[in-house]
């Protein structure tokens, strides 16, 4: 039998830890029916190829301009179209981001994450923004915007500002997704995904638990991430944080397991992702984050606010990390590969 031949005559489980962008639906489905606890054993050893399994990037989001988005998305408190009770407020001075980059980047953070309630930025806003890029670059921290759609054109403005970063999630399945939004559609997400992966930006892309979505839809979703033509950089798996005005409040919340299920697959489908414990933990016990770093998250946000709902205060992330033995990752190893002994060590464990 050629090489060719036993690859693809291998099962599904021999086949994890390659990074693949020909998933099939089916592939995933079967992800998804494992025992839990083959499940996590695969997730672990495939994270350990690719990341040591005791460190977490650490990122920290701030929301340079609040509310008044004109889109309707259903689980956001920041649309106008809905009474959420949050006060908007305009796009912030160049100096006061500069402050709150400082702050936490002394607390730890690597990456600085700034968001924009935009349907997409105007050019003003946009030059605005490419200074807050420019700044924060020069302190020697990663940067992340998310500004609603772009154009190819501002795609490459940011790029040339020096992003590192641009988050554009695609929340939930296609087949799901127009029960979710109406103001803009699938496509025009994908189309935003392409202009920065075609910029040269790396694409931070994930998507929401607890939007009403099946099993079904969140496989697809996995499989809309795992099959781009280049996995996320950065995947970030949400638990929806429900506020009250939202048509999506008293949704029924994800099953814990579920959830960390779903993170365990994100890390088989795309193993040298970032898989972001994002929005959501500050409703998680101590022992389903812990489940979901074994399950191969290894980003969260740290600080005790997200763009406009709360976040674990950081010394409850620090006494978390304690327990678990966890560190942050330096900024210089976030994309480098493991050491040639682990990586031996490790390739023995698939082989296995």
């Known amino acids: 039998m050629t090489r060719s031949e036993a690859v693809r005559n291998a099962t599904l489980v021999d086949r994890l830890g390659a990074v693949r962008t ?55 408190s920041q649309s106008i179209r809905f009474e959420t009770g949050l006060k908007s407020e305009p796009l912030m ?8 980059a400082r702050a936490a980047k002394a607390n730890g953070a690597t990456r600085f994450c700034m968001g924009a309630a935009y349907r997409s930025p105007k050019p003003k806003q946009l030059a605005q ?62 189309d935003t995904l392409e202009a920065v992966r075609n910029a040269g930006i790396n694409v931070c892309c994930g ?7 099946k099993e079904q839809d969140r496989a697809e979703l996995l499989h809309t991430l795992a099959t781009l033509p280049q996995h996320p950089d950065s995947v970030p798996i949400n638990q929806l944080m429900q506020v009250q005005g939202t048509p999506l409040y008293g949704a029924e919340k994800p099953d814990a ?38 399950a191969g998250a290894n980003s969260i946000f740290y600080g005790d606010k997200l763009l406009t709902t709360e976040n674990p205060e950081e010394d409850k992330d620090r006494q978390l990390f304690a327990k678990l033995g966890i560190t942050a990752e330096p900024l210089a190893q976030q994309h ?9 060590e490790d390739e023995q464990l698939i082989a296995s």
């Open 22 to 76: 020909d998933w099939t639906l089916d592939e995933v489905r079967e992800l998804f029916a494992l025992p839990f606890s083959d499940l996590m054993y695969h997730a672990q050893r495939v994270h350990r190829l690719y990341f040591d399994p005791n460190q977490v990037q650490i990122s920290t989001l701030l929301s340079i301009k609040t509310g008044a988005c004109p889109e309707d998305c259903s689980y956001c």
């Open 93 to 100: 001075d160049l100096s006061d981001v500069m402050e709150k």
């Open 129 to 190: 923004i490419v200074d807050m890029i420019k700044g924060v670059r020069a302190m020697g921290m990663e940067t992340c915007v998310t500004l609603g759609m772009l154009t190819p054109d501002q795609a490459h403005q940011l790029k040339d500002a020096g992003l590192d970063y641009y988050n554009h999630n695609l929340d939930t399945s296609e087949s799901h997704y127009k029960k979710v939004i109406t103001t803009r559609t699938y496509q025009d997400r994908l």
């Open 207 to 213: 998507g929401i638990l607890g939007l009403g979505e």
């Open 257 to 294: 397991l579920d959830f960390v299920r779903v993170i365990a697959i994100a890390r088989l489908l795309m193993p040298k992702a970032h898989v972001r414990l994002s929005a959501g933990r500050s409703g998680m016990s101590d022992e389903t984050q812990a489940l979901a770093f074994l």
């Open 336 to 344: 480098s590969a493991p050491t040639c002994s682990r990586r031996h």
